[in-house]
């Protein structure tokens, strides 16, 4: 008997099984045939497809549909295209259909499929719709006088046994339970039976189906005859481009080619034989695979922005650079085409693009809009972490949230904890639900629901169903929209540049060839610019001290997870140490990376000189190698990559250790197109860092991203030499604003002032200067949390001479008294006078510099760590700025957290890289494994430390290893313990 409505882990927080496990399993028990049912979606219907390729089923496609105002439900299996789409919209309507209802929902799209259901209303409705019904028993055998066999004989249809599956096994079922208590957010004692599937919708073997219903033979060959009249084994679109619709596809390529050579003049002005030969070929190779659309498309969107990055293997195109979707030339910098497109490629070609990360909203919106109906998000497929996992699991079986933290970190936990942590490991990795790509769009020719199940999300947008693997599976081609801070940064800079009267052209600007960036990149002073600002990056750049662009992609590559030794070879090469090609046949190839595996298309470039792959072949390799279940494929790789390499005279040796070289590359690293877009937008951040700081900063600050904190920020200002202005509601800005050497503190700065705040502020500027605090409170009106925030962070300091906070603080409370209802009948004063005001001292210093600290988050005049000269008396430390002259000596050290980096030893042991500073500068240390244990449980972001350890050097470049650490006691407001 065939299995007719199973469910997944993909029937969110009901099936207890992944999908690979239960075909699986299905396979091992004897199963000729399976269909997927999970709960009103198709979610796992790629992984499906491929699963039961892999154990030899023949896969049903199908969904249950549930009602949502009732219990009715239906499982509806796909007989053929015209079905499939229909249960594709079927699903779009039940969730994006407030009204929903499964009656009419199969009546309009029910075509094409069987549908199976145990309501005796909805079988009556079907037949009526003239659908393909049949009456199911999803658990046991029904008595001959149930209404439902009643229904079934009087309509003649059908009385089929199907039984309902939510788990593999038979013990299983806890786990079930579990997930159904975690779905009802209650724990699971209070859990009923109607809450859960029965204990038997296991997954059982086709002969344990037989004996259940052995009293219903009827049923039972009526299952094996619905499967045999199920023609679809599942969908196949092919490619799935969006058209262009400003032109017939024999028309596009034509346009594609006028826009990309109109587009060459303004990059290059007189083309040049090889910019010409390149574009001619590239055009070919879009144009015979029917690609001239997309980039068109692609080239619509982007004209939304002035600014964008286009970035992925993408950038390797010169068609692409010259539609403006890219900014990197990809003839000056020898980008891999193929990497991109090649003739033997079958999945669909991958086009990202960065927006600023205000405006990415507003393009996709655009985009969903221009396509209504076309057009949908991608979605992820959220699963449970192990430490979720472990907590959900916890909070089901009955513990508080302080039982659960102890618990958690406790080295050996009490009962129930063994039982919570097996429970845990089997829920971890199970889908938990569906949120949002970051940026993900797909057009489709046709209406995009009868492709996909289309669900909307919070904002009213249409998501699909399929994350990113479904949909390069489906061969629909997503294009991604992407939001940057850095962008953001980049534009907001050079407006504060503009606006201060300085002129930058961006059509003939070119940062990388900047000699004083150079230097500055080279000496690894970008704390604020994109993708080089990071403590492993600045360090890299200060011990290459190499500032170039050339030199900086491949940095921006190499930083990948367990790189150091291939840093350290890579550092060695680069001064000058001897190296040589890892095989004649492949020195042409690795020259410019000194004989190393950089980039992502490196392992294609290496397979074809080495085992004469194609470039398709080659590329096959690249993408399995970043996949998750890659040792599954990696099999027949090797087998082909061996016999290549000897039918090209490669020693087996040479070839294993070509291979070993490969496989540690392990794919984390970029590919060089998206690794030059990158260092682009670093070198244009750089730039501005170089010649503006002050602009550049405020720019960094106000649009709140970046590595670090604006403490950092504010304290890297001070470096450069700039003056950090405190917040003033007279010259204060929503936004921070730089100009020469002056940096002014923008109100989004200030904790408890909202944006209506910042913006009546903004407004009532505008109307003329506010004559005194008074002034200020009638015409803006803050509530107390906001006019408390004002005052303690300085922003009303001009209002008193003396900067007496406490007395601005009693005139607004003053004020609000008598403001109240009766106050005026009560005989109190309107206004707050100077005769009745009392004598208020001022808070001493170190209060005051509390609550400022605590309102911004930094002190506009000092650094924090110069408050501490007394408690270090005696200390005998040195400032972050000597760190470097004391290499090999051990040294104290006292400076600020402002972030840190936990990682694994070789051991497998936790450590950790933390940064501090002080008012002179930035130090890099290290907390290995015995120190991390010792001092792990202090190390917080935001207050002072005394440190102590030995300065070390590798290649020019100075970090702390440290071995001892203390809290210091409180300067602005945090408490030593």
Known sequence: MIPLAVHSGYSFL?????????????????????????????????????????????????????????????????????????????????????????????????????????????????????????????????????????????????????????????????????????????????????????????LAAPRQYMRRFAACPQAVLQNAAIAERIGFTGPDFGLVMPPYESALPEQAAGQ????????????????????????????DIISAMGFCGYFLIVADIVRQSPRTCGRGSGAASLVAYCLGITNVCP???????????????????????DFAWDERDAVISGVLEKYAGRAALVCNHVCFGDRMAIRETARVLGMTEREISRGMKAEDPPPPWPEIFRIAARIAGLPRNLSVHPGGVVITPKAIDTYAPVQTTAKGLPVLQWDKDGMEDAGLVKIDLLGNRSLGVIRDALAGVCQNGAEIDENAWVPEEDPATWQMVAQGGTMGCFYIESPAMRLLQEKS?????????????????AANEVIQEYLRRLRGGAWKPIH???????????????????????????AGFSHAEADGLRKVMSKKDRSRHLGDYYQRFAAGAQQRGVASGDM???????????????????????????????YLKTHFPAEFMAAVISNQGGFYSAFAYVSEARRLGVTVLGPDVEKSRIAWTGK???????LVSVKGLSFAG????????????FACAQDFFDRVGPDETEARALIHCGALDRFHPEKNRAVLLWQFCARARAKRPGAESAGLFSAPSAAAMPDLPEADALLRLRREFAVLGFLCHCHPMSLFVHALKGANTIKAADIPASAGRRVRFAGWRITGKTVLSKKGDPMEFVTFEDETGLVETTFFPDAFDRFAGVLESGRAFLLSGVVEKNWGAATLRVDWLQKLGAATGRMAS
Not at 258 to 280: C, N
Not at 758 to 769: D, F, K, P, S
């Open 758 to 769: 910042c913006r009546r502020i903004v407004c009532e500027q505008g109307r003329g200067a």
């Open 545 to 561: 001290r190499t500032g170039d662009f050339s030199h900086l992609v491949i940095h921006s590559s190499i930083i990948r997870p």
């Open 740 to 746: 020469g050497k002056k940096l002014r503190v923008g």
């Open 14 to 202: 009901q099936g207890t099984s992944g999908v690979e496990a239960l075909v699986g399993h299905a396979a091992a028990l004897g199963h000729e045939w399976l269909a997927l049912t999970d709960t009103d979606n198709l979610c796992g219907l790629w992984a499906f497809m491929a699963a039961c390729r892999r154990h030899g089923i023949r896969p049903i496609t199908g969904a249950e549909i549930t009602e949502p105002a009732t219990s009715r439900r239906a499982v509806c299996l796909v007989k053929d295209t015209r079905g499939y789409a229909g249960l594709c919209r079927l699903l779009s309507c039940r969730h994006t259909s407030s009204d929903f209802d499964l009656a009419s929902g199969l009546a309009a799209f029910g075509k094409g499929l069987v549908v199976l259901v145990s309501d005796p209303d909805l079988l009556y409705a079907g037949h009526e719709a003239n659908l393909d019904m049949v009456a199911a028993m999803f658990g046991h055998p029904l008595p001959a006088d149930h209404l439902l066999y009643r229904a079934a004989r009087r309509l003649d249809i059908p009385l089929v046994a199907a039984p309902a599956v939510f788990f593999s096994r038979p013990e299983d079922f806890e786990i079930h339970r579990v997930l159904r208590a975690i779905a009802g957010n209650t724990i699971r004692c209070r859990l009923t039976p109607r809450d859960t599937a029965r204990k038997d919708a296991f």
């Open 656 to 686: 294993e250790a070509i291979w070993r070289m490969i496989m540690s590359f392990g794919g984390y690293s970029f590919c060089k197109p998206h690794s030059a877009s990158y260092a682009r937008v670093s070198f244009q951040a750089a």
């Open 256 to 283: 594609l080619r006028r826009a990309a050579y109109e587009g060459a003049r303004r990059r290059y002005g007189q083309l040049s034989a090889a910019v010409t030969r390149r574009l001619d070929h590239e055009l």
């Open 331 to 353: 003839v000056k910098h020898n980008l891999y085409f193929e990497r991109f497109l090649n003739p033997g490629r079958k999945d669909p070609p991958d086009l990202d693009v």
């Open 584 to 610: 004649p046949l492949a020195a042409d190839v690795l020259t410019e990376t000194y004989g190393l595996m950089v980039y992502q298309e490196d392992v294609s470039r290496v397979a074809v000189c080495v």
